[in-house]
Each structure stands twice: as structure tokens, then as C-alpha cells.
């Protein structure tokens, strides 16, 4: 028979309603197939009705939805970033010289100039491919395999950089990283992007 579970809660993202189906020893007639925009007939893939280039639109797509993941996980490090160099900076510290703000701390000072240079290079990168994809979206053309190759990138390199400056961040603020409301309990979020939209 069919089968349909849920798959329990996440760490994050709960509203995605993630669930399994599993079908055992059920066989369907060839009437079932969602087939709207294409079929199978003689066992050969076919478009149907007269819109161009079905496969592609479809397609595009899931290139806009890597686009919009790889800038919702900068946003999300960049903001984190933002909000704990706030409390760092009022958050004051013994230091060998005296009273000294957290942000001043050397190896903290290091994390987040290293995380402006990284996230600001991608952030450029991601605004670039976005430019070239609003481009064929507004003129209803398909994007050139460059771009394509471009969108995968971002969405793999954007996370990537995301979730390595996160870490690097948590590893240096101290007790504030476990608290709750910082955002960093929402770090999970970011494996979500990694894993949507294609595993990078």
C-alpha cells in the first residue's frame, strides 16, 4: 500500500512540512502520471501544449530559488555579524592593559575584519549573477550556461562562506552564542539553505 509519515521536527524550519511517502508492491495506471506540461509516449519524453521551451521555464525556476538562497543565507550571516558586534562592542572585558571592550579583543577584532572581506566578496559576486538573472527574467529569455554555472556557485560558495564565518563567529563571542534571541540559535537555518534547492 501507500504510506505517508512525517518526518518529526528539525532543529529549524518546522513550517516546511517535510513528510515520506512510500509506496509498496502499488502499481499505477499510466492515467495517474501528473503530466499538465509533459508526458510519455512510446516511451519517449515529450512536451505538451504549445509554450516554448517547458523544460527550461521549469527549470528557471529552480535557478531563482538557488539566486534567492544563496543571498538569504548572506543576509543571515551579515545580520548575525551585525547584532554581535553590537553587544561586543558594550560588552567589556579584563584585559592586560585594563577594562577593554569585547569587539577590541584581538582575536575577535580578527574574525569579524576577516568576515567583512569574505561576506562583502560574495555579497558583490551574488549582487552580479543577480543583476545578469533579472535580465532574463525581464526579458523572458533563457539564462546562458554561464549563468547557470554562476547561480550554482553562488548558491554553493554563498552557504559555504555563510556558514564558515558563523562558526568562526560563535567560536570567538563567548556565552552570548548560546543565548537565546541572538540568532545564533537560528544558525541551523543555514544548513537548510545547503540542503534546498539541490544539495550543495
Known sequence: GIQVEDMGPKTTANDLDNARVSFNRVRL????LLNRFADVRDDIYVQ????????EVIGQRLLTGRQAIAEAALVMARTLH???AAYARSKMCN????????????????VFEESDTKLGRMERF???VQARLNEC?????IPDPDLVEEIAVCKIKAIEVAIERVHALRQE?????LMHGTGFELADMLLTCK??????
Open 126 to 128: 551574488v549582487a552580479g
Open 48 to 55: 505538451k501544449g504549445s509554450e516554448r521551451m517547458r523544460i
Open 195 to 200: 540542503f534546498a534547492e539541490g544539495d550543495s
Open 95 to 110: 584585559g592586560l592593559a585594563g577594562e577593554v571592550a569585547l569587539a577590541d579583543m584581538p582575536q575577535l577584532k580578527a
Open 137 to 141: 527574467l525581464r526579458g523572458d529569455s
Open 29 to 32: 495506471p499510466k492515467s495517474a
Open 82 to 84: 551585525i547584532k554581535t
Open 173 to 177: 563571542v563567548g556565552s552570548y552564542a
